[in-house]
Nanobody
């Protein structure tokens, strides 16, 4: 079993940056970041392969968000630049058994990101 803990969320203004971290209790394979806003479906924001060489981004965050990982520290990151109010959501860290992509079987508790003007 793998436990995941997110951190780094908070309140930001439009155009600001935040860096989210996801600390895993052990080794993981593919990992990803999801977000969910009130009344909206859960959205797969970004994903990263086990070796960190393959990444995925939803169109709405391309060029603004960067996913990365440090396997020596069992930690994944999401650097969020040029934040918009539309980015407001609870962000969840996820991990799964495949080398790339889902399914994701392990989930963190989430960290709130709020963006205002």
């Amino acid at each position: 079993q793998v436990q995941l803990v997110e951190s780094g969320g908070g309140l930001a203004q439009t155009g600001d940056s935040l860096r989210l971290s996801c600390a895993a209790s052990g080794r993981t394979f593919a990992m990803g970041w999801f977000r969910q806003a009130p009344g909206k479906d859960r959205e797969n924001v970004a994903g990263i392969s086990q070796n960190g060489e393959n990444t995925y981004y939803v169109d709405s965050v391309k060029g603004r968000f960067t996913i990365s990982r440090d396997n020596a520290k069992n930690t994944m990151y999401l650097q969020m630049n040029c934040l918009k109010p539309e980015d407001t959501a609870i962000y969840y860290c996820a991990a799964g058994p495949n080398l790339y992509g889902g399914p994701y079987n392990y989930w963190g508790q989430g960290t709130q990101v709020t963006v205002s003007s």
